[in-house]
């Protein structure tokens, strides 16, 4: 079975656009798990209309606890051997889970598979992200030659249940899905499958996290991706230096910003303490990153942290 986990709150205007496209992907053996967290508006209500219409449909009421809260809620109560999680303002495209879950119900061995994204901002321009179909059997592979870090989301993914054995949502951490990731990554058996099969429907929120991110929220982004460096020192070093100094870019990347908009302290090492040497990384890498890097290596993380700080500073950012 399917257990199909929806966390609710203060989305009324889009939320019976969800709960339909959940209903209509075909699939049967499947439960749906609305949970309403606390939401002050009509959500509640339309909830409970689901639940009367159509058995597969299960609501839980309680108390604003945030999205962490709510999708542990669903966990708790999920029965499925694999789930998956939609947010309660996005939609699926026609015909996407139930072709992922008989592949997974064939192929035992896969413990995740992600699909495809599609990015709406609020004047409906679209950015597609597109997944290629490749299987992986080793995670490290995974995160840095398929750079799955730069696609966390727990959203495009159907995950089997053991994976989440010990593994919850951190509450009170924004970014959680780039926490709870590697953590899952730890629990796989078998292998990773991405496929180029669907559509995630994911609506840009000009008042979300990621467009209103503060100090916090960038130091949590940032930890955990310095934790994932920390404790997988060993890994690295066997991956191509390509893939290696372009993840590293991107967590520098992320240092800066946190350091030079927030006054964030610097957690980052040097990739010479993590992989034994420095190296610019490929075309892949634009001009203004390959410039970071270029003064991280002579100088120190710190110093390109506060040049860009005072770079900012001068043009008025």
């Known amino acids: 079975m399917l257990s199909i ?91 996407t889970l139930l072709p992922l879950v008989v592949r997974m119900q064939d192929d035992k061995y896969i413990d995740i598979l992600e699909y495809n994204v599609i990015k709406l901002d609020n004047l409906n321009k679209q950015k597609q992200l597109c997944i290629p179909d490749a299987e992986w059997y080793d995670v490290t592979d995974y995160w840095f030659r398929g750079k799955a870090y730069a ?24 970014f959680e899905d780039v926490h709870i990731l590697p953590l899952l990554l730890n629990n796989v058996r078998g292998k990773v499958v991405t496929t180029s099969h669907g559509y995630y429907n994911y609506i840009e929120n000009p008042e979300g996290i990621t467009q209103n991110a503060k100090k916090g929220d960038y130091q949590s982004l940032l930890d955990a991706h310095t934790k994932f460096l920390d404790n997988n020192i060993n890994e690295m070093k066997r991956q191509p230096i390509d893939f290696v100094a372009e993840y590293y870019a991107h967590v520098l990347n992320i240092q800066i910003t946190a350091f030079s908009r927030y006054g964030s302290k610097v957690m980052l090492r040097s990739m010479s303490d993590y992989v034994g040497k420095w190296y610019m990384a490929g075309d892949c890498i634009n001009i203004i990153t390959k410039v970071k890097m270029t003064i991280a290596k002579i100088f120190g993380v710190k110093t390109v942290c506060k040049f860009f700080r005072l770079a900012e500073i001068i043009i008025g950012k």
């Open 5 to 95: 986990i929806i966390p609710i709150y203060k989305v009324e205007k889009t939320l019976d656009k969800c709960l339909q496209s959940v209903a209509s992907q075909g699939i049967e053996d499947c439960e749906v798990i609305m949970v309403d967290d606390g939401s002050p508006d009509k959500c509640g209500k339309i909830c409970d209309l689901w639940t009367a219409k159509d058995n597969r449909f299960k609501v839980i009421h309680q108390q604003n606890g945030g999205l962490s809260a709510a999708r542990n809620a669903g966990l708790e109560m999920a029965v499925g051997d694999i789930f998956t999680f939609v947010d309660s303002d996005d939609y699926l495209a026609p015909n």
């Open 151 to 174: 696609h966390t989301y727990s959203w495009n993914k159907i995950y089997r249940r053991n994976i989440f054995s010990g593994v919850r949502f951190p509450i009170g951490r924004n």
